[in-house]
């Protein structure tokens, strides 16, 4: 057990709609990242938060919007999905920004879009 | 921008030993580290190297040449749950963490 939680662990929806996604890093950890895999893919990466603020981002559809509470949790939302959208969304946390010595993952949130 | 490079597939039989090879571009060098990730499960961290070397945890081994921009991860004594996918992973100054697309490990009996 990496100490991340990501809700749910499965989530079927259909086109048009939209979802969100819960991540809860590690005690103590303050960055969050999140990450699209699709089938036999990569790890794309898609947004950083630390201590609640936006980091980075990477190549996320404007379609998609993340934000970090004070609490640290995460939170990240799907709009509009789209049959592509269908994916592994994992959420991995660290201490410090950057994850220079290492990330853990959540065991992630399947989406199926119908 | 980052980029990184690595086989999509490698072979090997049980108690052999095999390499997985990884070359990088990147802005700036912060790292280089390797997760491993079971079909359907979460990437788990393995080694991380700042420096050129060896790194050695148990069965699984890291090296990093900065000045050649390449890192390989080296496990031995290969076991059937050995067989997964291998990602090396690199942060940039912006805070990104990227990942390779991933070595598939096969491993026989």
């Known amino acids: 057990d990496s100490g991340v939680t990501q809700t749910p662990k499965h989530l079927i929806t259909a086109t048009g709609q939209r979802v969100t996604l819960r991540c809860s890093p590690r005690?103590?950890?303050?960055?969050v990242y999140w990450y699209q895999q699709s089938l036999d893919q990569g790890l794309q990466f898609l947004i950083h938060y630390y201590n609640g603020e936006e980091r980075a981002k990477g190549n996320i559809l404007e379609r998609f919007s993340a934000q970090q509470f004070p609490d640290l949790h995460s939170e990240l939302n799907l709009s509009s999905l789209e049959l592509g959208d269908s994916a592994l969304y994992f959420c991995a946390s660290s201490k410090l920004q950057g994850a220079r010595t290492e990330a853990f993952f959540g065991q992630g949130t399947r989406l199926t879009v119908v | 921008g980052q980029s990184l490079e690595q086989p999509s597939e490698v072979t090997a039989v049980e108690g052999a030993i095999v390499q997985i090879n990884c070359t990088y571009q990147?802005?700036?060098?912060?790292?280089l580290s390797w997760y491993q990730q079971h079909d359907g499960g979460a990437p788990t961290f393995l080694s991380y190297n700042a420096l050129d070397g060896l790194e050695e945890t148990g069965r699984f081994s890291s090296f990093l040449s900065r000045s050649d921009s390449y890192g390989y991860l080296l496990l031995q004594e290969l076991q059937m749950k050995d067989s997964a996918s291998y990602f090396c992973a690199v942060p940039d100054s912006s805070y990104k963490l990227i990942f390779g697309s991933g070595t598939r490990l096969l491993v026989r009996p």
């Open positions: 990147t802005s700036g060098f912060y790292g």
């Open positions: 005690s103590g950890d303050l960055s």
